[in-house]
């Protein structure tokens, strides 16, 4: 099955720095990415996500990149902010199969001000 | 609109009891998750239905059982509660599998 990896688990950074939290995959078949963010007591919501057909994406102050070869994405945030600090977890699915989503398992992002 | 919701929203069980945890949503998604989080550990899949009728397990299964008799109920039951159970437990939906997941508000459960 698929197996994601996530790093760092912990992720400090001062208000205006920018911040990036890359995963890795092992399946090669997958081609669906999508990053949620959960602040602290709150349900996971996606912030953005990214098809194997393209190799980047941006909204706003955050992107996200794919390298389909490495088998690994990222989430960029630039100018960081206080309420960006929560934890961010990465997705890996594919169409066909189980098609079981595989998260992992997490990055704290804490912005000081 | 509610979206999905869950039922309850906290919970304090006595070990080996039974406890059904409740999740339903208003979208007409085809796929339904639950998931278990802990400390370190991330989102755990537990069960999951592509569609109402069939379920699978997921990467934590044993203790737990679900069913998918329509499209907008996944009730999660723990036959015989145990400590190690203690989690959040979160009900997500989405469209189809490979697409964006919908999280219900989570049910915090405690088993002593």
């Known amino acids: 099955g698929e197996n994601v990896e996530q790093h760092p688990s912990t992720l400090s950074v001062q208000e205006g720095d920018s911040a990036v939290i890359k995963c890795t995959y092992s399946?090669?078949?997958?081609?669906?990415f999508p990053w949620y963010k959960q602040e602290l007591g709150k349900r996971p919501q996606l912030i953005i996500d990214i098809r194997s057909n393209v190799g980047e994406k941006k909204d706003q102050r955050i992107a996200v990149t794919l390298n389909k070869t490495a088998k690994h994405f990222s989430l960029h945030i630039t100018e960081t902010q206080p309420e960006d600090s929560a934890v961010y977890f990465c997705?890996?699915?594919?169409?066909?199969?189980?098609?079981?989503?595989?998260f992992g398992r997490g990055t704290s992002l804490i912005v000081h001000p | 609109i509610a979206g999905i919701t869950q039922a309850p929203t906290s919970q304090i069980l006595a070990a080996g009891r039974r406890m059904t945890l409740r999740c339903t949503q208003d979208m007409r998604h085809n796929a339904m998750y639950w998931y278990r989080q802990d400390l370190g550990l991330g989102l755990r899949l537990i069960h999951y239905s592509n569609t109402a009728g069939t379920t699978g397990k997921g990467e934590v299964p044993d203790g737990y059982s679900v069913s998918r008799a329509n499209t907008d109920d996944f009730p999660l039951t723990l036959a015989s509660a145990v400590p190690s159970q203690t989690s959040v437990y979160f009900c997500a939906s989405s469209d189809f599998p490979y697409n964006e997941q919908f999280f219900g508000p989570g049910t915090r459960l405690t088993v002593l």
């Open positions: 997705a890996a699915s594919r169409t066909g199969g189980s098609y079981i989503p595989t």
């Open positions: 399946d090669s078949a997958s081609n669906y």
